[in-house]
Nanobody, 125 residues
């Protein structure tokens, strides 16, 4: 069973940058064959899709509000997926989760069974 661990969150001023990491801590070989997505949940709001990447990174997908500011990538040698976040805004504040599944559509829908514990991102104005 793939297990995921996020890291890299923190407090940053508006306009700043952060890089989040989603590392497989178990079943790393299987992880490299899975699509991976990032989601976020702001206080009092539902969790929303942010970005996703295919198993070998050949295709990426973004939510409209982050396209051009965020970049998802992966290093399968390290069994890790990254989310580079530039031009951060207060509206990007929330807990960021990664999720994984063999189907990128399942990941994008937020219905995958594999999730990390989340990492907090706070953007101050």
């Amino acid at each position: 069973q793939v297990q995921l661990e996020e890291s890299g969150g923190g407090l940053v001023q508006a306009g700043g940058s952060l890089r989040l990491s989603c590392a497989a801590t178990a079943s790393k070989r299987a992880f490299n064959w899975f699509a991976v997505g990032w989601f976020r949940q702001a206080p009092g709001k539902e969790r929303e899709f942010v970005a996703a990447i295919m198993p070998n990174g050949e295709m990426t997908f973004y939510e409209d509000s982050v396209r051009g500011r965020f970049t998802i990538s992966r290093d399968n040698a390290e069994s890790t997926v990254y989310l580079q976040m530039n031009g951060l805004k207060p509206g990007d504040t929330g807990i960021y989760y990664c999720s994984s599944d063999s189907s990128v559509r399942t990941v994008q829908a937020g219905t995958a069974n594999i999730w990390g514990q989340g990492t907090q991102v706070t953007v101050s104005s």
